[in-house]
């Protein structure tokens, strides 16, 4: 229990809108809000985000837009303009993210008033988070809100950099891209979303390779050895090895790919 906000729950969420799941995702919204208030840009990503190359460069205020524009463009979108908040792309165009289909597992935002008035709007909005059983519906619906009341500037990143699960589903020549490193540039990040859960976010992510941990570390013995740093500092996989810890002869640049790889990755 905290002093401040209360209690809340201590395991884990059945599914995707339940009760815990929706105590969680305002907790998150506490978080972030908390850093802002404090003057503090926020890079918020959830755990199940993969870095292939380090993000933050772009967000810097020459970097991303600034330095060379959205993958098939010729010309920078936003030359010397940065925005007040980044969201990545959910994919989904149902009628309650529209329009800006904003995805609340990875964005960053700049510590202004207007962003901060953003997220001070989303921490008062408990009771729709509660009824909605969703943070980002709130957060989609308030988007529109302050982009017209305030001039927030809301900026959607392109999936093509910060990519999304939507892709694994719908794009398998971006995921085949992946596997075989030839899209250039390559993606910054890519975030398990369009997953009904942790099972599936873990099924999908050591067929694709972005799982880095080794067999011996499920979620019951990370949770036994959780105070024991040589377990879990032996629980990463090196980057020479494949997903059963064994060294290989040629290792992938930034995944750790499974022997056989999936049907989808080789074309067939």
């Not at 105590?23 to 003057?39: C, E, H, I, N, T």
């Not at 962003?115 to 909005?125: F, G, N, T, W």
């Amino acid at each position: 229990r905290h002093p401040g906000l209360g209690s809340y729950p201590t395991e884990a969420a059945g599914g995707y809108g339940d009760n815990v799941f929706t105590s969680m995702m305002w907790l998150k919204v506490v978080s972030v809000y908390s850093a802002l208030r404090l003057g503090v840009d926020v890079l918020f990503q959830d755990a199940d985000v993969v870095w292939f190359r380090d993000p933050r460069p772009f967000f810097a205020p020459k970097g991303g837009y600034a330095a060379g524009g959205e993958v098939g463009s010729s010309k920078p979108r936003s030359t010397g303009l940065r925005y007040d908040v980044y969201f990545q792309n959910d994919g989904a165009r149902s009628q309650r993210y529209s329009p800006f289909s904003a995805n609340t597992g990875f964005y960053y935002l700049r510590s202004t008033p207007k962003a901060r008035l953003l997220m001070h709007d989303l921490l008062h909005s408990y009771n729709l988070i509660s009824a909605w059983k969703s943070h980002q519906h709130v957060l989609c619906q308030l988007l529109v809100e302050h982009y017209s009341k305030t001039g927030l500037g809301v900026d959607i990143l392109p999936h093509r950099l910060f990519s999304i699960g939507q892709q694994y589903h719908r794009r398998r020549d971006f995921m085949r891209g992946l596997v075989w490193d030839s899209l250039a540039p390559r993606p910054y990040v890519f975030h398990w979303s369009w997953t009904a859960g942790k099972g599936e976010k873990l099924k999908y992510s050591l067929e694709t390779g972005t799982w880095y941990l080794g067999p011996q570390c499920g979620e019951r013995s990370i949770r036994a050895h959780a105070g024991d740093p040589a377990f879990l500092g032996g629980c990463c996989l090196a980057p020479d090895e494949d997903q059963t810890g064994r060294k290989v002869a040629k290792p992938h640049p930034f995944l750790v790919l499974p022997n056989p790889l999936p049907e989808w990755a080789t074309g067939a």
